[in-house]
């Protein structure tokens, strides 16, 4: 990214936290009503506040591990499942009405399945981030898969590889840029949920400990626990990206096409000299002459 680009978007940011300001020091009532907002000033004293002491990163330390355990497990899922569902007929028989019958549900509204399940809430609250991120990546695994030329495939199989083979070497890596589509949508997904369970069912971390701002009406609180939240999505989604770029690296890049070169003109020649003609101009004539003298020769 360019030093230009890098400046815009600190701009976009920058103007952003100005208007909140304004809004809020002003007490801006129109349609929306922001006479209750704290203003960015605040939110950012607290924030420098909170982290000053343990519990904030206590708190975030539960959150990123929960939300690592989970996505880690919905893209060893999804990856597998949707592999199989693309490639193996059987397998998508058996699992593909399952599967669409339980996409539609959202995956916060499994907590009571995890109350039930599970014997704690730490492991509810994995298994709902996991649900959340699993259905993107099976999704974009399987549509990728699936459009994979099947040339490649028969070539490996021509130089006598096997079907390990041709998935490791074929199948996984064709596929790798719809796999991380799905896994950008699966960790964003799963940042809401794994934060909706905090506040419903958790103990600990940046949900948790949000919804407890809320309930003691400290909104500065709540707008520290939102900005942390936002920060920490940003920077797992980020991750992602990146990591997939790297190992995309052999697409091919958007850069512009160079530019034709413009066609080399001629120089003009000098007076009183005879300009010699191109040889693609010489051959019809060479040609005619060639001819008129075997058709003077009597056979």
Known sequence: MTPARRALRA????????????????????????????????????????ASAGPYWQDLADSLRRIVTGFALAALLGVAAGTAVARSRLACDLLTPVLEVLRPIPAIALVPVAILLFPSNEQGIVFITCAAAFFPVLVSTRHAVAALSPVWEEAVLTMGGGRLRVLFSVVLPGALPGIFGGLSVGIGVSWICVISAEMISGEYGVGYRTWQDYTVVD?????????????????????????????????????????????????????????????????????????????????
């Open 219 to 299: 909104y500065p609180g709540v707008f520290a626990g939102m900005v942390t939240i936002g920060a920490l999505g940003w920077l797992t989604s980020t991750l992602v990206e990146r990591t997939g770029r790297r190992l995309t690296r052999w697409l091919p890049s958007r850069a512009a096409p160079p530019r034709p070169e413009p066609p080399a003109r001629r120089r003009p020649a000098a007076p009183g000299t005879r300009t010699p003609r191109p040889a693609s101009d010489r051959l019809p004539a060479a040609a005619s002459a060639g001819r008129d003298l075997t058709e003077g020769v009597s056979p």
């Open 11 to 50: 701009a976009s940011l920058l103007a952003a936290l100005l208007l909140w300001q304004a809004l809020t020091i002003w007490d801006v009532h129109l349609w929306l009503r922001f006479e209750q907002f704290p203003t960015a000033g605040e939110v950012a004293a607290e924030l420098v506040s909170r």
